[in-house]
């Protein structure tokens, strides 16, 4: 049975819900701080992103990453960003050597102009396989210099580049517009970096006195080299007050490798950038080049044709065929030896042969035939490797040929064909195994195509070795180029 609850009439409701208020005031009091922050760090946040003004002149930018494009997925080509000095007055030449090498709707990139082109030249902007250009960022006319005012202009590229703020970028590849990418081994060589590192990568002069008056450990900007995002992050916004301390300095690249030095950062050599800073003949050099994948070749105007007898452009096409049947293998020497003739054999893949009659030991092979000299004195050295004289002697010279053709062999094989062009310097010998080199018209190369991974490994020069048994018909030699059984080695 219930009972009525009785009302206290000394009781009064007002009086019960008075204590609440406080509690609630205190509550709303407490929270306003914590609201003040939220608001403050919008406004921040906003500032940032969207004020054009920063302190010193710096700059910084929130790094876009695409959904679809995970940081973890391999780095491809479309991770780089090509950041090309240029200038009007010789864009429309040279990009006949942008355009062997620029790849339309693969690569990404620009070339960066002091102004915009002569009207003459507004058509290579709209040639379908033409890297677009852009013009330089006016704010590098401040800073002061000492010898070479666009050397300011060229070192702020990076600076250019950073701002467009494109998306999915972990490398920004600089080089000069004559300056000609193996971008396929270009991309080999950086898959082996962490991108998320800050890494700065090339490689010196091949001229002592280059790197003397420059720097050893410095990334020549012809050869070019790439900088890590990270790298680029922290070195644009140092970038301004580096260029206003060190305006004493020639060269833009030298510029860069002294504020990434401030940043404590140092050069990851690859052999594979060549500034060529070398005058007459590459032959030697290319004909023994190191075991890295080709990144780059510069200077091309101030050198001797590649290829006899042919326009460097014209050399440059035929390279650059036989560099895309098998990226990985244009250049690379093999060594081999022909026992019963006593011949020396080099094959530089793609590109050339070297019989020569005599045995040589493959330390001997392997360094290169001084056919050049250094780049400011014209001497004969030093250099940063060692080379071979060219005989005085015809006979201990080599029989050279050069590529004639190459061509796919199944999904995985290659043929080239080499065609003899004669003896080096073009002196001949009478000697009997030299006039036996001679009679050889035509070397013909099989192979595998290298795999990307081989430079992921501890490298190794492949061995080759004549088939047939050694015999020679009708003026043709057939070799093998592949990899070395476990236990053989080049001696003789």
Known sequence: MSQARVQDPSHNPLKSSFPSKPRRFFLLLARIPVIVCL??????????????????????????????????????????????????????????????????????????????????NRASGTIANTIPYRVSDPGWTRFRYSSSRSAVRIARIIWDS?????????????????????????????????????????????????????????????????????????????LDGCLERYYYFYGSDQRIWACISEIGVSLTPERGFHQLDIRG?????????????????????????????????????????????????????SLCYDTKREWSISISWGYTIQIYPLFLSANNLAMPLQTFKTWRSWRDGPFVFNTRSVSPDPCDRP???FLDSVENVGPTGTRTTYTKYGPLLGKSCDKPGFVKAMEVKTIIVSSLKLDPKYWHKATQRQCCEIMDGGSITDGTMRIRVRKCRPKETMAL
């Open 39 to 120: 608001i403050a760090s919008i406004c921040f946040v906003l500032y940032s992103v969207f004020s054009n003004h920063s302190r010193g002149n710096h700059i910084f930018l929130p790094r876009l990453k695409s959904e679809s494009t995970p940081d973890r997925e391999p780095t491809s080509i479309s991770h780089i960003l090509f950041s090309i000095s240029g200038s009007a007055a010789t864009w429309h030449d040279r990009t006949r050597y942008i355009n062997l090498w620029w790849k339309p709707n693969r690569t990404r990139g620009f070339v960066w102009l002091d102004e915009e082109p002569r009207e003459k």
């Open 162 to 238: 950073f701002k467009l703020n494109l998306p999915n970028v972990r490398w920004f590849v600089m080089g000069d517009d004559d300056t000609v990418f193996f971008t396929d081994n270009l991309l080999s060589v950086l898959t082996r970096y962490d991108h998320n590192q800050m890494w700065y990568i090339g490689c010196n002069s091949e001229s002592v006195e280059q790197n003397v008056m420059h720097a050893y450990d410095m990334a020549f900007g012809g050869g070019g080299f790439a900088v890590s995002y990270p790298l680029a992050e922290k070195l644009v916004n140092a």
């Open 281 to 333: 003949d590459p032959y030697g050099l290319l004909g023994a080049h190191p075991i890295a994948p080709l990144v780059t070749l510069h200077h091309i105007d101030y050198l001797n044709s590649l290829f006899p007898n042919r326009t460097q452009l014209d050399s440059l096409e035929t390279l650059i065929h036989a560099y895309r049947i098998d990226p990985n293998r244009i250049l690379q020497q």
């Open 399 to 401: 029989v050279v040929y």
